[in-house]
């Protein structure tokens, strides 16, 4: 009996939060401002037709399909197959193909389903003129739902977009998910060469090929998943999804492509990116076409907890503001590639002030070292602090480094405060005294500055363990509990997140500190954005976005350095140099290449260091792919023996010992060095495969750098690259 009732509790206590959330749908919901629905009006359209000087774009009345074509060559980007393919396709599917968008909706019973437009059961499509385009509004009969879309003409493509006062609700469902343009690019198996670029941690290209029975697609959120809303995942699924054992991709820019033939688009995500998905899907999943869309998130399917384990899933009871826009800039000729996306990226970001020349333009590249200072280990009560460096060390780390020609060194000291990286207090700066203490710093500080070190202190002010972040500084997810990740390390394993008022405190802290603290390097808070679900208080996702700015802005205003971990597009221009840079993607089965597409981005204007290279320094291909991407090298050091981590934490870092590592970070700092220094302050202008496993890459200033990955040499221009090495040919 008694567990009859929890269930009709739970049952009861969903349909009313549900209830809620459909209800005032248009007014202000948990502290958010959405503008109120309006239908479409304005002047009728009279055209279907407009032109620029580069391009012309098409609209098809009855269908809603559009059509685009680039007055340079002739060639046509249609929002639906021109040839259609669709044997082997259901009813639904070739629906898909033809819709200029499709939607996932929720319904009392907080079931998610997809419909696509179709024209022979919705109302007719209201069309209204603006300006260089349309504004249209398609209804969705299934879901008692009209969704206003609006597309217009630019110079260098279209602008797509849907405004949140556009989505109309005629019943009790609510919109989840909207997909824009889903077809547009897509490609039947591989009828024409080309692939989907996707911004999958480095960068991925998923080829065109014939159809393979894949069980899944490739989806990335943009900016990485908000941890403060805990998905149910066998419930956030469309039906007939299947789960995939799959890696999660890291997505840190807003960006995806398509090429074929000689004809691209860089597809840039300008309003709705922190409410987004980017899907592709590979021929052989579910249909034979290729096709990549971005997926706005309305509401979202997230677990309630009852208490005793039990719960219940609803939908997120306030509507995300998205204000979905995307920019189709195409492409043509040798601009017909990912190295062109990249350059179209780049040079919007310049003209935003959002990237300006960090990195120096002359010189040697610079190398980072992070160096471990402390941490806590098991002890036989409790745990005590395991010393691995002391500043004194470093101090002659420095003279050995610059006496074997090392002059542009970065060391990050890790777990200088008090406790080590596991026993510190998250936020706080005080100094561990067994390390040397604040003096030891102070004078480790000047000497590093008089021998032209950049000294750092790497910390995270964003997560901690539960002994590091009290409760009342603690973020709290969407359901009331607080937010936990559990890593599952040898002594301490849940971890928390700081809230923001904390986050802002510890800055205040940073600003009045004396100078040798106030040179950073951050860990997590350029690359994720945490939603904090804190009754007093709500902070939403768009909010989270705004504060992280604001901090690193004052951040970068009160530190003497700021390096950032991996981060996100918004937040690069707060940072002078960055790490932990993506050198790889999430590697699932149709993704042909890793690409350095992050890298073309960013590369030249700031210093951009690898993932440690101690797991991986013994490969001759990992050194060769800092040159091909142009990063820079990065390690791990500890004056003692990693052995030591055994009963700590930090078990993962196997091979750390200064005397062991100097001599092999050396040679392999100079090999990266002799060809990178070549294009010190340079952009990637084109990457090509010149031959099997050997790259070409041009840089902004004429040269090119020719990477041989190869177990043969090649002639390159004239010029001999052996095998297994790699040059600068000017």
Not at 506 to 525: A, G, K
Not at 606 to 624: Q, V
Request: hydrophobic share 40%; glycine share 6%; charged share 20%.
């Amino acid at each position: 009996m008694y567990k009859r009732l929890i269930v009709f509790l739970s049952v009861i206590s969903a349909f009313l939060l549900f209830a809620a959330c459909a209800a005032e749908m248009s007014d202000r919901v948990v502290g958010r401002e959405l503008l109120p629905s309006e239908p479409l009006t304005g002047s009728p359209l009279t055209v279907s037709h407009w032109e620029n000087d580069n391009f012309v774009l098409e609209l098809e009345k009855d269908t809603a399909t559009i059509q685009v074509t680039d007055k340079s060559n002739g060639f046509v980007w249609s929002s639906r197959p021109l040839e259609p393919k669709y044997e082997d396709m259901s009813r639904d599917w070739q629906l898909f193909a033809e819709s200029l968008v499709v939607i996932d909706f929720i319904n009392l019973g907080a079931v998610q389903t997809r419909e696509m437009y179709d024209p022979s059961r919705a109302d007719s499509p209201i069309y209204v003129a603006i300006d260089n385009g349309f504004a249209v509004s398609l209804h969705f009969p299934r879901a008692e739902i009209r969704i206003r879309v609006e597309v217009i003409l630019t110079e260098t493509g279209i602008s797509a977009s849907i405004p949140d006062e556009g989505i109309e609700y005629f019943g009790d469902n609510i919109v989840s998910r909207i997909l824009l343009l889903p077809f547009l690019g897509a490609a039947y198996q591989d009828d024409i060469p080309g692939y989907i670029f996707l911004p999958d941690g480095s960068g991925a290209l998923m080829r065109f090929a014939p159809a393979r029975p894949f069980s899944n697609s490739w989806t990335g959120r943009v900016y990485g998943t908000d941890r403060g809303v805990v998905l149910s995942p066998p419930f956030a699924l469309l039906a007939g999804e299947q789960m995939a054992t799959v890696p999660m991709p890291q997505v840190y820019l807003p960006i995806f492509g398509v090429v074929q033939g000689e004809n691209a688009f860089a597809a840039i995500i300008e309003s709705g990116d922190i409410f987004c998905d980017i899907e592709a899907s590979p021929a052989g999943d579910r249909i034979n076409y290729f096709w990549v869309a971005p997926r706005f998130i309305y509401h979202e399917l997230y677990w309630q907890p009852t208490g005793g384990g039990r719960g219940f899933v609803t939908p997120t009871p306030s509507r995300n503001i998205v204000n979905a826009r995307v920019d189709y800039h195409f492409l043509s000729g040798e601009d017909a590639t990912h190295s062109g996306m990249a350059n179209v990226y780049r040079q919007i970001l310049i003209d935003r002030g959002m990237l300006s020349q960090q990195s120096s333009t002359y010189g040697n590249i610079p190398i980072k070292l992070d160096a471990v200072m402390a941490e806590q280990q098991s002890a036989f009560i409790g745990t005590n602090t395991l010393v691995m460096t002391q500043f004194a060390d470093i101090e002659r780390w420095i003279d050995e480094f610059k006496a074997d020609g090392l002059d542009n060194i970065t060391i990050a000291m890790i777990g200088a405060e008090r406790g080590g990286i596991s026993g510190r207090t998250t936020g706080a700066l005080n100094i561990e005294r067994q390390i040397g203490g604040e003096r030891g710093l102070r004078q480790l500080y000047e000497h590093a500055t008089t021998a032209g070190v950049r000294l750092v202190m790497q910390t995270d002010i964003v997560s901690g363990f539960e002994h590091q972040i009290p409760i009342r500084r603690a973020v709290y997810a969407l359901g009331g509990s607080f937010l936990t990740i559990e890593e599952h390390r040898p002594i301490y394993s849940t971890l928390r997140f700081m809230n923001f008022d904390s986050i802002i405190n510890v800055v205040e802290q940073i600003e009045t500190s004396p100078s040798y603290i106030r040179s950073l390097s951050l860990d997590n808070i350029a690359n994720s954005l945490t939603s904090d679900f804190n009754s007093s208080q709500t902070i939403f996702r768009e909010d989270a976005l705004d504060l992280t700015q604001s901090i690193l802005a004052d951040l970068n205003r009160v530190t003497s350095n700021l390096l950032l971990e991996s981060p996100n597009a918004y937040a690069i221009q707060f940072a002078q140099a960055i790490y932990n840079v993506p050198i790889t993607n999430s590697r699932q089965l149709f993704l042909q290449d890793v690409v350095p597409f992050y890298q073309m981005v960013f590369g030249g204007y700031i210093d951009m260091f690898a993932p440690i290279m101690n797991y991986r320094a013994h490969s001759m291909t990992e050194m060769l792919r800092l040159i091909d991407f142009n990063i820079f090298p990065s390690y791990v050091l500890t004056e003692e023996s990693a052995t030591l981590f055994a009963r700590s934490n930090t078990v993962d870092i196997f091979s750390s010992r200064y005397d062991d590592w100097r001599n092999i970070i050396v040679p392999q700092y100079h090999m990266v060095n002799d060809v990178l220094r070549n294009v010190r302050g340079q952009y990637i202008v084109s990457r090509r495969e010149v031959a099997d496993n050997v790259f070409a890459i041009r840089y902004s200033g004429g040269g090119h750098i020719v990477v041989n990955y190869s177990g043969e040499p090649f002639e390159y221009n004239g010029v001999m690259i052996e095998s297994e090495t790699a040059s600068f040919i000017k």
